[in-house]
């Protein structure tokens, strides 16, 4: 499909601190925290459960037997329960975006943070980037949510599947890149080519494969050995409707397309680019 490498950073004026800081974050909660993937007791008791959600409940489960694709059946662990304080689960719509189900997951998302939030980030301020992911990712996990519930319904098998990544929020930042930087130059590996395409291209393919493989898998979801398409939808939409309230009062010159021109504001009658 399309692998993004990365992109123009020639007109970046500031250094990147919040998303240095999250990638950090993400790397801690799983090497530390989740112990590489193998800490299912902390990973189960802090991922999103659209039952938990819907309901405010916290819910604990037995472990179950479960028959994977290759025909092999595995124990998958429980839901833990945590505390019967009220509103607890609700606090599952963040944590869950600091952790990651294997190391491929946590590597391909803080590569996609790594190259598009920093323009982001430079774009609207570092307090504004903070909130700004934060709220795509709550978004996109209630996103997911939904979703199952209107698919497969509250009391379902589907909506005890916890789900977590940082892939919702990071859809956010790409809606958001996508708007502000459309021209940006990003180089990618298309189809086995490497070459370099404006953002809407690298971005928009990126899209269109979310909306096309949720298709079939929409319902049934974004667990743990799945794929959030859902979050991934429902944060990018939720990144280009606020994009623009973050950019209030900021610099947006820089968003022009490459070839456009504008007449030197001193009257010197030059163009410049």
């Not at 809606?175 to 021209?183: E, Q, R, V």
């Not at 590996?189 to 291209?201: G, N, S, Y």
């Amino acid at each position: 499909m399309v692998l993004p490498l990365g992109d123009d950073n020639s007109d970046r004026r500031t250094t990147p601190y919040v998303n240095y800081a999250l990638i950090a974050i993400n790397v801690f909660v799983f090497v530390v925290l989740q112990g590489m993937g193998t800490n299912d007791r902390f990973t189960y008791a802090f991922s999103t459960v659209p039952q938990e959600i819907l309901t405010g409940k916290d819910i604990e489960t037995p472990p179950k037997q479960v028959r994977v694709p290759t025909g092999q059946v595995i124990e998958s662990p429980g839901l833990v329960k945590v505390t019967d304080a009220p509103g607890f689960v609700y606090l599952t719509l963040i944590t869950s975006m600091f952790m990651h189900g294997s190391i491929a997951h946590i590597l391909g998302n803080m590569w996609f943070l790594w190259i598009f939030g920093d323009n982001v980030e430079d774009a609207v301020g570092h307090g504004r980037y903070l909130v700004f992911y934060l709220i795509c990712g709550v978004a996109a996990s209630l996103a997911h949510v939904f979703s199952v519930a209107l698919l497969s319904g509250i009391d379902s098998e589907e909506a005890l599947v916890p789900s977590l990544g940082a892939s919702g929020a990071i859809s956010g930042v790409l809606g958001g890149y996508l708007l502000l930087f459309p021209y940006r130059r990003v180089t990618v590996i298309l189809f086995r080519i490497l070459t370099q395409v404006p953002a809407w291209a690298a971005i928009g393919l990126w899209f269109a494969f979310q909306v096309i493989s949720s298709l079939g898998v929409l319902g049934g979801g974004a667990q743990l050995g799945g794929v959030a398409y859902a979050a991934h939808i429902g944060g990018f939409l939720v990144g280009i409707a606020l994009i623009q309230v973050f950019t209030l009062g900021r610099d947006t010159n820089r968003r022009r397309p490459p070839w456009s021109e504008q007449y030197d504001d001193e009257g010197q009658g030059r163009w410049r680019r």
